[in-house]
Antibody, heavy 121, light 107 residues
Protein backbone atom coordinates (compact mmCIF):
# COMPACT_ATOMS: atom_id res chain seq x y z
CA UNK A 1 0.00 0.00 0.00
CA UNK A 2 1.10 3.56 -0.64
CA UNK A 3 2.68 5.17 2.40
CA UNK A 4 4.29 8.55 2.94
CA UNK A 5 6.16 8.75 6.24
CA UNK A 6 7.47 12.13 7.33
CA UNK A 7 10.21 13.08 9.74
CA UNK A 8 9.47 14.16 13.28
CA UNK A 9 8.57 17.47 14.82
CA UNK A 10 11.10 20.30 14.81
CA UNK A 11 11.64 23.40 16.91
CA UNK A 12 13.65 26.16 15.27
CA UNK A 13 14.68 29.71 16.06
CA UNK A 14 13.77 32.61 13.78
CA UNK A 15 16.23 32.92 10.92
CA UNK A 16 17.15 29.23 10.96
CA UNK A 17 16.34 26.60 8.33
CA UNK A 18 14.35 23.38 8.55
CA UNK A 19 14.46 20.31 6.33
CA UNK A 20 11.49 17.93 6.40
CA UNK A 21 11.68 14.50 4.80
CA UNK A 22 8.98 12.36 3.24
CA UNK A 23 9.81 8.68 2.69
CA UNK A 24 7.64 6.93 0.13
CA UNK A 25 6.87 3.22 -0.08
CA UNK A 26 4.44 0.91 -1.81
CA UNK A 27 4.85 2.39 -5.29
CA UNK A 28 7.45 3.50 -7.84
CA UNK A 29 8.82 6.70 -6.30
CA UNK A 30 9.85 8.26 -9.61
CA UNK A 31 6.44 7.76 -11.17
CA UNK A 32 4.43 10.37 -9.26
CA UNK A 33 4.78 14.05 -8.46
CA UNK A 34 4.95 14.98 -4.78
CA UNK A 35 3.36 18.12 -3.39
CA UNK A 36 4.12 20.01 -0.20
CA UNK A 37 1.26 21.67 1.68
CA UNK A 38 1.33 23.44 5.03
CA UNK A 39 -1.27 24.39 7.63
CA UNK A 40 -0.71 26.98 10.33
CA UNK A 41 -2.47 26.36 13.67
CA UNK A 42 -6.20 26.85 13.27
CA UNK A 43 -5.79 27.97 9.66
CA UNK A 44 -6.43 26.55 6.21
CA UNK A 45 -4.29 24.60 3.77
CA UNK A 46 -1.56 26.36 1.82
CA UNK A 47 0.13 24.84 -1.23
CA UNK A 48 3.90 25.30 -1.26
CA UNK A 49 5.03 23.54 -4.42
CA UNK A 50 5.77 20.25 -6.12
CA UNK A 51 8.70 18.14 -7.16
CA UNK A 52 8.91 15.65 -9.99
CA UNK A 53 10.94 12.83 -8.39
CA UNK A 54 11.92 11.50 -11.80
CA UNK A 55 13.58 14.64 -13.16
CA UNK A 56 14.04 16.65 -9.98
CA UNK A 57 12.07 19.47 -11.57
CA UNK A 58 10.22 21.76 -9.18
CA UNK A 59 7.51 24.40 -9.15
CA UNK A 60 7.16 26.65 -6.13
CA UNK A 61 4.29 28.89 -5.09
CA UNK A 62 5.25 32.55 -5.58
CA UNK A 63 5.05 33.17 -1.85
CA UNK A 64 7.87 30.72 -1.13
CA UNK A 65 10.16 31.32 -4.09
CA UNK A 66 13.67 32.12 -2.91
CA UNK A 67 13.06 30.58 0.47
CA UNK A 68 12.06 26.97 -0.25
CA UNK A 69 13.98 24.15 -1.89
CA UNK A 70 12.47 20.77 -2.75
CA UNK A 71 14.81 17.90 -3.52
CA UNK A 72 14.73 14.15 -3.64
CA UNK A 73 16.96 11.10 -3.23
CA UNK A 74 15.70 8.38 -5.53
CA UNK A 75 18.03 5.78 -3.98
CA UNK A 76 16.01 5.89 -0.77
CA UNK A 77 12.64 7.02 -2.20
CA UNK A 78 12.65 10.17 -0.12
CA UNK A 79 11.67 13.74 -0.87
CA UNK A 80 12.78 16.78 1.11
CA UNK A 81 11.42 20.25 1.68
CA UNK A 82 13.82 22.83 3.09
CA UNK A 83 12.54 26.23 4.21
CA UNK A 84 15.05 28.97 5.01
CA UNK A 85 14.99 32.21 6.99
CA UNK A 86 12.23 30.91 9.22
CA UNK A 87 9.77 33.34 10.83
CA UNK A 88 7.25 32.81 13.57
CA UNK A 89 4.46 32.66 10.99
CA UNK A 90 6.12 29.60 9.44
CA UNK A 91 4.92 27.64 12.46
CA UNK A 92 2.72 25.01 10.87
CA UNK A 93 2.15 21.36 10.11
CA UNK A 94 3.89 20.51 6.85
CA UNK A 95 2.48 17.71 4.70
CA UNK A 96 3.76 15.87 1.68
CA UNK A 97 1.14 14.44 -0.64
CA UNK A 98 0.95 12.31 -3.78
CA UNK A 99 -1.57 12.25 -6.56
CA UNK A 100 -4.04 9.54 -7.37
CA UNK A 101 -2.25 8.89 -10.67
CA UNK A 102 0.90 9.92 -12.47
CA UNK A 103 1.08 13.31 -14.13
CA UNK A 104 1.32 16.84 -12.84
CA UNK A 105 -2.32 17.95 -12.71
CA UNK A 106 -3.65 15.35 -10.31
CA UNK A 107 -5.49 15.74 -7.00
CA UNK A 108 -3.78 14.53 -3.83
CA UNK A 109 -5.02 11.13 -2.73
CA UNK A 110 -2.19 10.07 -0.42
CA UNK A 111 -0.88 12.22 2.40
CA UNK A 112 1.92 11.97 4.91
CA UNK A 113 1.10 12.21 8.59
CA UNK A 114 2.37 15.78 8.81
CA UNK A 115 5.39 17.33 10.51
CA UNK A 116 4.93 20.11 13.04
CA UNK A 117 7.53 22.83 12.69
CA UNK A 118 7.55 25.36 15.52
CA UNK A 119 9.49 28.59 15.09
CA UNK A 120 10.12 30.31 18.37
CA UNK A 121 12.86 32.29 20.03
CA UNK B 1 -2.83 33.01 -9.40
CA UNK B 2 -6.36 31.64 -9.19
CA UNK B 3 -8.05 32.68 -5.96
CA UNK B 4 -10.75 30.40 -4.55
CA UNK B 5 -13.58 31.68 -2.35
CA UNK B 6 -15.73 29.27 -0.32
CA UNK B 7 -19.13 29.94 1.15
CA UNK B 8 -20.50 29.85 3.67
CA UNK B 9 -17.67 30.01 6.17
CA UNK B 10 -19.63 27.87 8.60
CA UNK B 11 -22.66 25.68 7.96
CA UNK B 12 -24.66 24.54 10.97
CA UNK B 13 -26.85 21.55 10.20
CA UNK B 14 -28.37 18.49 11.82
CA UNK B 15 -27.63 14.85 10.95
CA UNK B 16 -29.79 13.75 8.04
CA UNK B 17 -29.93 17.21 6.48
CA UNK B 18 -28.50 18.16 3.11
CA UNK B 19 -25.34 20.26 2.93
CA UNK B 20 -24.48 22.45 -0.04
CA UNK B 21 -21.01 24.01 -0.13
CA UNK B 22 -19.86 26.51 -2.73
CA UNK B 23 -16.44 27.20 -4.22
CA UNK B 24 -15.96 30.11 -6.62
CA UNK B 25 -12.77 30.75 -8.62
CA UNK B 26 -11.40 34.14 -9.66
CA UNK B 27 -10.90 32.77 -13.19
CA UNK B 28 -11.90 29.67 -15.05
CA UNK B 29 -10.46 26.41 -13.74
CA UNK B 30 -9.03 24.54 -16.70
CA UNK B 31 -10.40 21.09 -17.52
CA UNK B 32 -12.39 21.14 -14.29
CA UNK B 33 -9.24 20.47 -12.27
CA UNK B 34 -11.15 21.07 -9.06
CA UNK B 35 -10.97 18.84 -5.99
CA UNK B 36 -12.71 18.72 -2.62
CA UNK B 37 -11.09 17.54 0.59
CA UNK B 38 -12.44 16.78 4.04
CA UNK B 39 -10.33 17.42 7.11
CA UNK B 40 -10.97 16.49 10.72
CA UNK B 41 -8.99 17.83 13.68
CA UNK B 42 -5.53 16.33 13.95
CA UNK B 43 -5.81 14.50 10.64
CA UNK B 44 -4.44 14.98 7.16
CA UNK B 45 -6.93 16.04 4.49
CA UNK B 46 -8.89 13.29 2.73
CA UNK B 47 -9.65 13.50 -0.97
CA UNK B 48 -13.38 13.31 -1.67
CA UNK B 49 -13.88 14.59 -5.21
CA UNK B 50 -11.54 15.21 -8.15
CA UNK B 51 -12.19 16.50 -11.65
CA UNK B 52 -15.07 18.50 -10.15
CA UNK B 53 -17.43 15.51 -10.02
CA UNK B 54 -15.58 12.19 -9.71
CA UNK B 55 -15.62 10.50 -6.32
CA UNK B 56 -12.32 9.21 -5.02
CA UNK B 57 -11.98 5.55 -4.14
CA UNK B 58 -14.05 4.54 -1.14
CA UNK B 59 -15.99 7.79 -0.85
CA UNK B 60 -19.70 7.22 -0.11
CA UNK B 61 -22.19 8.23 -2.77
CA UNK B 62 -23.83 10.76 -0.46
CA UNK B 63 -20.94 13.03 -1.51
CA UNK B 64 -21.27 14.57 -4.95
CA UNK B 65 -19.54 17.35 -6.81
CA UNK B 66 -20.69 19.52 -9.67
CA UNK B 67 -19.82 22.66 -11.58
CA UNK B 68 -17.42 23.97 -14.16
CA UNK B 69 -15.62 27.16 -15.12
CA UNK B 70 -15.66 29.32 -12.01
CA UNK B 71 -18.51 27.87 -9.93
CA UNK B 72 -18.37 24.53 -8.15
CA UNK B 73 -20.50 22.80 -5.54
CA UNK B 74 -20.02 19.96 -3.07
CA UNK B 75 -23.25 18.36 -1.90
CA UNK B 76 -23.64 15.96 1.00
CA UNK B 77 -27.09 14.48 0.51
CA UNK B 78 -27.74 13.33 4.08
CA UNK B 79 -25.28 14.29 6.75
CA UNK B 80 -23.97 11.57 8.97
CA UNK B 81 -22.16 12.08 12.27
CA UNK B 82 -18.74 11.51 10.72
CA UNK B 83 -19.32 14.21 8.07
CA UNK B 84 -18.99 17.12 10.48
CA UNK B 85 -15.62 18.52 9.50
CA UNK B 86 -13.92 21.24 7.46
CA UNK B 87 -14.11 21.05 3.68
CA UNK B 88 -11.63 22.61 1.29
CA UNK B 89 -11.75 23.05 -2.45
CA UNK B 90 -8.52 23.08 -4.45
CA UNK B 91 -7.78 23.90 -8.05
CA UNK B 92 -4.86 22.02 -9.58
CA UNK B 93 -5.01 23.15 -13.20
CA UNK B 94 -2.92 26.31 -12.97
CA UNK B 95 -0.33 25.83 -10.27
CA UNK B 96 -2.42 25.01 -7.19
CA UNK B 97 -4.46 26.91 -4.66
CA UNK B 98 -6.85 26.01 -1.86
CA UNK B 99 -9.98 27.77 -0.76
CA UNK B 100 -10.24 29.00 2.85
CA UNK B 101 -12.55 26.16 3.86
CA UNK B 102 -16.13 25.65 5.03
CA UNK B 103 -16.74 24.24 8.48
CA UNK B 104 -19.77 21.98 8.75
CA UNK B 105 -20.79 21.75 12.38
CA UNK B 106 -23.64 20.22 14.32
CA UNK B 107 -26.64 22.44 14.87
Amino acid sequence: QVQLVQSGAEVKKPGASVKVSCKASGYTFTGYYLQWVRQAPGQGLEWMGWINPNSGGTNYAHKFQGRVTMTRDTSISTAYMELNRLRSDDTAVYYCARGSSSGRAVANLYWGQGTLVTVSS
Amino acid sequence: EIVLTQSPGTLSLSPGERATLSCRASQSVSSSYLAWYQQKPGQAPRLLIYGASSRATGIPDRFSGSGSGTDFTLTISRLEAEDFAVYYCQQYGSSRTFGPGTKVDIK
